[in-house]
């Protein structure tokens, strides 16, 4: 089971960006998927997650609005739309994997209930 996050970058305040996360040796359809973000000095947070089937999401509330995911599971991979970027958005984003969470468990997001990780992708959001 490997994840691998992409997509992160610098953009300026208002900016778009789009995180993917291409997951191998599982089918992606079983899993529930959550981006979370740790900016310097701060506790991982959780900032979207997707079930497995795709019918439940959840968003948190400094990005409802402003972030949209998605998954493709004929590519195994997860999206991360992220429009209206703040500079408080800036934060290393990892995305996390679990085959267990039912789509009732994905809000609010726990940590420790994802059981893979990808290595993060840095977004830095200029002001």
């Known amino acids: 089971v490997q994840l691998q996050a992409s997509g992160g970058g610098l953009v300026q305040t208002g900016g778009s960006l789009r995180l993917s996360c291409a997951f191998s040796g599982f089918p992606l359809s079983l899993y529930a998927v959550g981006w979370f973000r740790q900016a310097p000095g701060k506790k991982r947070e959780g900032v979207s997650c997707?079930?497995?089937?795709?019918?439940?999401?959840y968003y948190a509330d400094s990005v409802k609005g402003r972030f949209t995911i998605s998954k493709d599971n004929a590519k195994n991979t997860v999206y991360l739309q992220m429009s209206s970027l703040q500079p408080e958005d800036t934060a290393v984003y990892y995305c996390?994997?679990?085959?267990?969470?039912?789509?009732?468990?994905?809000?609010?997001?726990?940590?420790?209930?994802?059981?893979?990780w990808g290595q993060g992708t840095l977004v830095t959001v200029s002001s």
């Open positions: 997707i079930s497995g089937s795709g019918a439940v999401t």
């Open positions: 996390g994997a679990s085959p267990t969470l039912d789509p009732s468990d994905i809000d609010p997001p726990i940590v420790e209930a994802y059981e893979y």
